[in-house]
């Protein structure tokens, strides 16, 4: 059927190209007809049936068509019968159009429930949290210390773990004969370096670089040859606090320990001190608190003492103030030291030091 064909009756012509859409049309308007049904059939099936439609209206109405060349047949026709030739001609076209426009909306109508229902969610599914993580119960321990000692106006300084033998022990005034110094006791490196056994380190290096006056605390991990047992760890945090101005006195000290411990345990927390020995300080105190649990009267955490034993202050030993370039003759200052891990363990009734190093998360995810 082309517009070569011009020998033949248009009629016959118009009549063939009608029976040739209709033929071709079927399957489009059953699809159509389907449309109860519609919602089975998938999108990309639907997409393809648009598209065959495209071709087929193209086929049927676009200028290559037989419906084209019966157009132009109408000129031709002779004049008598050109009226009732146009009609036809015209209705012909009506009728592709027509069928192929509701074909067409059907599924159109079809493809955007089709895209809606794809994608549809349910606002009302509970959602897929992420799995979060948390603070390590040592991390939130130091963190509330840091922060009281921030209140009352400490710097937090942080140092390296590896240190040099000055600064581990020379300058804390601890003597070559001391047992802290012996291989038994510290990790040493390469000769003259070890992993720091107190984060006193941090302190002399921030006295030589800031000078007195001073506050500050200097939180960290500390080293020290032991035998891993439940109260003991070869690897430890320690936090250690220093206070260097003039007239600084044993008054500020015990103010400054016991107003922490009342912020750390609350207002009802009672501080006591017990002469000691240190090489560093001078006098020496060993600090201990009334028990959090049972305020005194004596339990299983305080061994029924009704006090915990917590950590070692005193006053700077002038040598260590020397050594670390701030003149003893007028600056005078304390400093006091404590175990996090250790009050961790109290804190939380904890029986075995070690769980905390172990990252086994089920224990840990009980500090959430
Ligand atoms: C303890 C004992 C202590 C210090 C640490 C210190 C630091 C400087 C100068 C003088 Cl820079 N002293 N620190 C003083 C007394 C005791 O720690 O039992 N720690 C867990």
Redesign the pocket.
């Known amino acids: 059927m082309t517009d070569g064909q011009k020998n033949e009756d248009p009629k016959l012509q118009v009549e063939a190209a009608r029976k040739a859409f209709e033929q071709e049309f079927e399957r489009f308007a059953n699809f159509a007809d389907n449309s109860g049904s519609l919602s089975n059939v998938d999108l990309a099936r639907a997409e393809a049936e648009q598209r065959a439609l495209a071709e087929l209206r193209t086929r049927h109405l676009g200028k290559k068509s037989a419906l084209a060349a019966s157009k132009k047949m109408i000129g031709r026709v002779p004049a008598e019968e050109r009226a009732a030739f146009g009609q036809l001609v015209q209705q012909h076209e009506a009728e592709i159009t027509e069928n192929i426009e509701q074909v067409d909306a059907a599924i159109k109508r079809h493809l955007e429930s089709a895209r809606t229902t794809r994608e549809a969610l349910d606002v009302t599914l509970p959602g897929r949290r992420p799995r979060r993580g948390h603070r390590h119960p040592i991390t939130v321990v130091r963190e509330r210390i840091e922060d009281i000692f921030v209140s009352l106006g400490y710097a937090i300084e942080d140092g390296r773990e590896i240190e040099t033998d000055f600064y581990n022990f020379d300058a804390?005034n601890i003597p070559d004969n001391h047992p802290a110094r012996a291989p038994q006791d510290t990790f040493y490196t390469t000769e003259g370096f070890a992993l720091r056994s107190?984060t006193?380190t941090v302190?002399?290096h921030a006295?030589q670089s800031r000078g007195a006056p001073l506050r500050m605390i200097a939180p960290g991990r500390v080293f020290r040859r032991d035998t891993p047992d439940p109260t003991h760890n070869p690897m430890f945090f320690?936090v250690?606090g220093?206070c260097v101005d003039r007239g600084i006195n044993m008054a500020h000290l015990k103010g400054t320990v016991g107003e922490f411990l009342r912020r750390m345990f609350g207002e009802q927390t009672v501080t006591r001190f017990r002469p000691s020995y240190?090489p560093?300080?001078e006098p020496?105190a060993?600090f201990d608190f009334s028990c959090f649990k049972c305020g005194g009267t004596g339990c299983r955490i305080c061994k029924n003492s009704g006090w915990i034993e917590l950590?070692?202050?005193?006053m700077?030993?002038p040598n260590?103030l020397r050594s670390?370039g701030v003149d003893p003759e007028e600056f005078s200052g304390f400093?006091?030291?404590?175990?996090i891990d250790r009050m961790v363990a109290l804190m939380y009734g904890l029986d075995d030091i070690r769980l905390l190093f172990e990252n086994d998360v089920r224990f840990l995810e009980q500090f959430d």
């Open positions: 804390l107190q006193s302190q002399i006295m320690q250690e220093l240190f560093f300080t020496s060993e950590g070692g202050s005193g700077v030993h260590v670390a400093a006091f030291g404590l175990g």
